[in-house]
């Protein structure tokens, strides 16, 4: 993958360090930043750290799930929950070539 190239990858997060940066925090607005567990709350923390975190929080990422982990929930979720700017970036970086689709709901 591309972003293996330039970001060193870590498949795993360490079991004491169940718990993210303070630094990111500010990501983190709509959630109880407290109770956020990097391993429970793994979409919510990708989604929160592509859409609006820095190259560094990304490199966090790559450290901490391992970009196939990335690639795989950024490819289950539906492309609408990535901002188009990122989602670009994101499609090279990760090697995404088909993002979901978002779910219709029954009328």
């Known amino acids: 993958m591309a972003f293996e190239r330039f970001m060193p990858v ?3 997060i360490p079991t004491h360090k169940a718990h993210l940066p303070e630094s990111f925090r500010p ?22 750290l592509i859409n609006y975190g820095t190259l560094a929080h ?3 990422l790559a450290r901490a799930y391992g970009a196939a982990e990335i690639r795989r929930a950024l490819e289950s979720m539906p492309a ?7 989602r ?8 995404i070539h088909d ?9």
């Open 10 to 12: 870590r498949s795993s």
């Open 27 to 48: 990501l983190f607005w709509s959630y109880c930043f407290e109770d956020l567990d990097p391993e429970k709350n793994e979409k919510a923390v990708i989604v929160q």
């Open 58 to 60: 990304w490199r966090w």
């Open 80 to 86: 609408t929950e990535i901002n188009p700017r990122t």
């Open 88 to 95: 670009a970036l994101a499609s090279v970086l990760f090697s």
């Open 99 to 107: 993002w979901s689709d978002a779910y219709r709901g029954a009328f």
